[in-house]
Nanobody, 115 residues
């Protein structure tokens, strides 16, 4: 089992920045990739970004130039730096951890972009 705890969400004005963090614990050696997803009200959960153990990153086209995923393997933590935030970025952001057999989820952290 893998446990994930997100932090760093909140209210930010359009054009502002936030950094989300996700700390992993438990069977961390089974993790092959980690990522961030988001779910806006009334919409399906969607991929934001993923990063492999070797640091290879993949982004959704809608966020590619504004969001940056990174990881600190020593701290078992993955980050999502979000710049130039827009109201349409408002959502609950979920951290994920992929093993060979299953995907684990964090509890989610709310990001609200509003003036």
């Amino acid at each position: 089992q893998v446990q994930l705890v997100e932090s760093g969400g909140g209210l930010v004005q359009p054009g502002g920045s936030l950094r989300l963090s996700c700390a992993a614990s438990g069977s961390i050696k089974t993790i092959v990739a980690m990522g961030w997803y988001r779910q806006a009200p009334g919409k399906q959960r969607e991929l934001v970004a993923t990063i492999t153990n070797s640091g290879g990153a993949n982004y959704a086209d809608s966020v590619k130039d504004r969001l940056t995923i990174s990881r600190d393997n020593a701290k078992n933590t993955v980050y999502l730096r979000m710049d130039s935030l827009k109201p349409e970025d408002t959502a609950v952001y979920y951290c994920s951890a992929n093993t060979i057999f299953q995907i684990f989820w964090g509890q989610g952290t709310q990001v609200t972009v509003s003036s």
